[in-house]
T-cell receptor
Framework: NAGVIQTPRHKVTGKGQEATLWCEPISGHSAVFWYRQTIVQGLEFLTY????????DSGMPKERFSAQMPNQSHSTLKIQSTQPQDSAVYLCASSHWGGSSYEQYFGPGTRLTVL | QQKVQQSPESLSVPEGGMASLNCTSSDRNFQYFWWYRQHSGEGPKALMSIFSDGDKKEGRFTAHLNKASLHVSLHIRDSQPSDSALYFC?????????????FGIGTLLSVKP
């Protein structure tokens, strides 16, 4: 089991450019989560999917951020017109669904740097 | 205000010592708690969960939950240098809408040889 895979591990963009981050969840997990980690804010929930359907995007910035899960084997987080304040580590996690006892397994994260 | 508060922000203990980390939730919807550990350059990894009042022990790690006060603690006995990491308390709300985790700001633990 390779665990949750995130690519790329590091991404540098110029201000105003687009960034697309990829996540491959653990096979058999039906829930996929996205979080953002910064020194100041810590770990913040962004959005999650169950069986590929969006369930809760309450943590997503209203503009420029979008997430999709076109199939059970990958999810993407897209940031349009990136800004320096978007610089962070973006973490993807997956878990089985149903019941709060299910552990979320995190990937290594993608470090996004916006110049 | 953070819904999950952690203390201390940082902690240094000698090898073999006891490390105690604290977490309090300000939201009574949060009934399920996890402790996660993150080493530098890696994603967080779950250490243990606790959902019932009282103590839960797993090896050198003991978690304690007091649901009335929404206070959770983690105690690490016989601390090792490999325990040096960022520790997060995470809470989950009751019910199907609560599958997301709400994290505290973290406690940076340093275990000195």
């Amino acid at each position: 089991n390779a665990g949750v895979i995130q690519t790329p591990r590091h991404k540098v963009t110029g201000k105003g450019q687009e960034a697309t981050l990829w996540c491959e969840p653990i096979s058999g997990h039906s829930a996929v989560f996205w979080y953002r980690q910064t020194i100041v804010q810590g770990l913040e929930f962004l959005t999650y999917f169950r069986n590929q359907a969006p369930i809760d995007d309450s943590g997503m910035p209203k503009e420029r951020f979008s997430a999709q899960m076109p199939n059970q084997s990958h999810s993407t987080l897209k940031i349009q017109s990136t800004q320096p304040q978007d610089s962070a580590v973006y973490l993807c996690a997956s878990s089985h669904w149903g019941g709060s006892s299910y552990e979320q397994y995190f990937g290594p994260g993608t470090r996004l740097t916006v110049l | 205000q953070q819904k999950v508060q952690q203390s201390p922000e940082s902690l240094s203990v000698p090898e073999g010592g006891m490390a105690s980390l604290n977490c309090t939730s300000s939201d009574r919807n949060f009934q399920y708690f996890w402790w996660y550990r993150q080493h530098s350059g890696e994603g967080p990894k779950a250490l243990m969960s606790i959902f019932s009042d009282g103590d839960k022990k797993e090896g050198r790690f003991t978690a304690h939950l007091n649901k009335a006060s929404l206070h959770v603690s983690l105690h690490i006995r016989d601390s090792q240098p490999s325990d040096s990491a960022l520790y997060f308390c995470a809470a989950r709300a009751y019910g199907s809408s609560g599958n997301k985790l709400i994290f505290g700001i973290g406690t940076l633990l340093s275990v000195k040889p």
